[in-house]
């Protein structure tokens, strides 16, 4: 399984920016797939996962109204549109993949619970 992260730059507060998270080597029913995102000096936290077979989706309290996930099944994409830009948001932001067990779908946000990532994407939101 490879993740590929990109659309990540340099933004103003308040502007907008689109992730994507282009995914291979597999099908992906019934795995879970996020978003986390690391600022310098703190943990990498979760932002936003989906299940990749019902497409629902989860958000973290600080991203929700702002940030919205989403996929593309038959493109094997996953997308953070991300509006509202806050300063705060600068991070790299890393897609990852849980997979299911027993074929159903897990749900996490715990950044060691995943199994695979991407290599990151910086996104920068000056004020």
Avoid: H
């Avoid at 300063?87 to 749900?107: F, N, Q, R």
């Amino acid at each position: 399984v490879q993740l590929q992260a990109s659309g990540g730059g340099l933004v103003q507060a308040g502007e907008s920016l689109r992730l994507f998270c282009a995914a291979s080597g597999r099908t992906f029913s019934n795995y879970y797939m996020a978003w986390f995102r690391q600022a310098p000096g703190k943990e990498r936290e979760f932002v936003s996962g989906i299940n990749w077979s019902t497409g629902t989706a989860y958000a973290a309290d600080s991203v929700k109204g702002r940030f919205t996930i989403s996929r593309d099944n038959a493109k094997n994409t996953m997308f953070l549109q991300m509006n509202s830009l806050k300063p705060e948001d600068t991070a790299v932001y890393y897609c990852a993949a849980k997979a299911p067990k027993s074929g159903l779908t897990i749900l996490s946000r715990n950044k060691n619970e995943f199994d695979y990532w991407g290599q990151g994407t910086l996104v920068t939101v000056s004020s």
